[in-house]
């Protein structure tokens, strides 16, 4: 079963960038489309971006379209969300994700989230 692990969160200026990680240390990432999603406080969990297995095809939701770049590194095992143009609106705790079938199949596991904070 995959363990994944998020990291590079933290506090942000707006207008800065962040960029997150998603590994897993045992298991291989190649064959699962790999998602990251979102949740503000108070708030539901959203999706934000999605990439393919073959890394061929991305899906960004409109919220972040422009600024948001996934992007996976099958020799390192990677998953990365390059966040730009930071927003206060984009302060949420953000979970990876990886899907054994397509973007739109759904996620089957999950990480524990690291914490995204946009705030002067």
């Known amino acids: 079963q995959l363990q994944l692990v998020e990291s590079g969160g933290g506090l942000v200026q707006p207008g800065g960038s962040l960029r997150l990680s998603c590994t897993d240390s045992?298991?291989?990432?190649?064959?699962?489309?790999m998602g990251w999603f979102r949740q503000a406080p108070g708030k539901e969990r959203e999706g934000v971006s999605c990439?393919?297995?073959?890394?061929?095809?991305?899906y960004y939701a409109d919220s972040v379209k422009g600024r948001f770049t996934i992007s996976r590194d099958n020799a390192k095992n990677t998953v990365y969300l390059h966040m730009n143009s930071l927003k206060p609106e984009d302060t949420a705790v953000y979970y990876c994700?990886?899907?054994?079938?397509?973007?739109?199949?759904?996620?089957?596991?999950w990480g524990k989230g690291t914490l995204v904070t946009v705030s002067s």
């Open positions: 990439i393919s297995s073959s890394g061929t095809s991305t």
């Open positions: 994700a990886a899907g054994v079938g397509r973007c739109r199949d759904g996620m089957d596991y």
């Open positions: 045992t298991f291989t990432l190649d064959f699962y489309a």
